[in-house]
């Protein structure tokens, strides 16, 4: 298994443009997820999907969409790019997100560094 | 969600046991504790995870408190592969497991 899979590994984009991150995981995980990690700082959850055709809001979900068409994936979109959407983009996977603990377990992509200019 | 306490930085000798703390005095009976680790850049990698009782994996070893305020990362002998920044989280029991990260504690194992 690959686990989860994250392209592209780096891009620089100029103010107003338009891109999307792609997310695959083939692990057959229910959940996924989309994190954003500032320098020196802890990850934030931008949007989370329960399953197909299910997306939610995370902590930080403006100037972001999601689409779920499929189990296996979750790009998320940046409409009109802005410097402040620099960051290191994390997408991540879970079988459940129960609560249970034993299948809540997130499993990570490498990350998508983005730079706006 | 509960919120968690860690020691900004710790350092460790290769080869010695590096206990790190994790403080979580609000934490509800139906919340886990979640030890993720981020080595330089990549992707937080899952360690472990307990309810109650003491856990251990190939990994490390999770100690929790009668009282679950606060918990314990062991792992039993560092090496500098394990240089990174070790996050503790308390997992939300609902719908959806959405991890929050905080700052970490940031393990330096040297020579």
């Known amino acids: 298994n690959a686990g989860v899979t994250q392209t592209p590994k780096f891009r620089i984009l100029k103010i107003g443009q338009s891109m999307t991150l792609q997310c695959t995981q083939d692990?057959?995980?229910?959940?996924m997820y989309w994190y954003r990690q500032d320098p020196g700082m802890g990850l934030k959850l931008i949007y989370y999907?329960?399953?197909?055709?299910?997306?939610d809001k995370g902590e930080v979900p403006n100037g972001y969409n999601v689409s779920r068409s499929t189990t296996e994936d979750f790009p998320l979109r940046l409409e009109l790019a802005a410097p402040s959407q620099t960051s290191v983009y994390f997408c991540?996977?879970?079988?459940?997100?129960?609560?249970?603990?034993?299948?809540?377990?997130?499993?990570f992509g490498p990350g998508t560094r983005l730079t706006v200019l | 969600d509960a919120k968690t306490t860690q020691p900004p930085s710790m350092d460790c000798a290769e080869g010695r046991a590096a206990n790190l703390p994790c403080n979580h005095s609000?934490?509800?009976?139906?919340?886990?504790v979640y030890w993720y680790r981020q080595i330089h850049s990549q992707g937080p990698q899952y360690i472990i995870h307990?309810?109650?009782n003491n856990e251990t994996n190939e990994m490390a070893s999770l100690i929790i408190t009668e009282d679950r305020k606060s918990s314990t990362l062991i792992l039993p002998h560092a090496t500098l592969r394990d240089t990174a920044v070790y996050y503790c989280?308390?997992?939300?029991?609902?719908?959806?497991?959405?991890?929050?990260f905080g700052t970490g504690t940031r393990l330096q194992v040297t020579l």
């Open positions: 991540a996977s879970s079988y459940s997100g129960s609560g249970r603990g034993d299948t809540d377990t997130q499993y």
């Open positions: 692990m057959n995980h229910n959940y």
């Open positions: 999907s329960v399953g197909a055709g299910i997306t």
């Open positions: 609000t934490i509800s009976g139906n919340e886990y």
């Open positions: 307990g309810l109650k």
């Open positions: 989280i308390v997992a939300h029991t609902g719908t959806a497991s959405k991890l929050t």
